[in-house]
């Protein structure tokens, strides 16, 4: 679960603004996915060597990075892939409608495996998202309008 979270939340920022700041969906499928891939491996590596597993008795080290870096990379690389459409009003549309999509079973997950209410998860998961994604759209949006001009 924290690797999805991480991979839907973290990745929003580098995705965005640059897709903000270029407008060019192409550049922002390649942020997309090296951010994926490189905050996927981090998490895996991260949760492989802080706890061999004996301490916490949370299981094998290898497996609970696999999933946390497998479960990072899915949720950074849902909302790239809608920037491999080549026409950017589009892509983004559909990039967000796909962020949308995550935030919303992010919630229900919570809900469903934490038992966490659905109201109180839906808002601190979207307000998440809106945070990250309102900055750096915001920030994407300044620095496209500098460099252009």
């Known amino acids: 679960m924290s690797g999805l979270?991480?991979?839907?939340?973290?990745?929003?920022?580098?995705?965005f603004a640059v897709a903000m700041s270029t407008?060019?969906?192409?550049?922002?499928?390649?942020?997309?996915?090296?951010?994926?891939?490189?905050?996927?491996?981090?998490?895996a590596f991260s949760e492989d060597l802080s706890d061999t597993g004996t301490v916490t008795e949370r299981g094998n080290a290898w497996?609970?990075?696999?999933?946390?870096?497998?479960?990072?990379?899915?949720?950074?690389?849902l909302h790239t892939l809608p920037f491999l459409i080549p026409d950017?009003?589009?892509?983004?549309?559909v990039a967000l409608a796909v962020v949308v999509i995550e935030l919303l079973t992010l919630?229900?997950?919570?809900h469903r495996f934490f038992d966490v209410s659905f109201a109180w998860s839906l808002a601190t998961v979207t307000l998440g998202g809106a945070l990250i994604s309102g900055v750096s759209?915001?920030?994407?949006?300044?620095?496209?309008?500098?460099?252009?001009?």
């Open 5 to 15: 979270i991480d991979g839907s939340l973290s990745s929003l920022a580098p995705i």
């Open 23 to 43: 407008q060019k969906p192409g550049y922002a499928f390649i942020a997309g996915l090296a951010t994926a891939i490189g905050t996927g491996t981090g998490m």
């Open 63 to 77: 497996k609970r990075g696999g999933i946390v870096g497998g479960g990072t990379f899915l949720g950074g690389i």
């Open 88 to 93: 950017y009003r589009p892509a983004l549309m």
């Open 107 to 110: 919630t229900w997950l919570r």
């Open 137 to 149: 759209i915001g920030l994407g949006a300044l620095l496209g309008t500098a460099v252009a001009g």
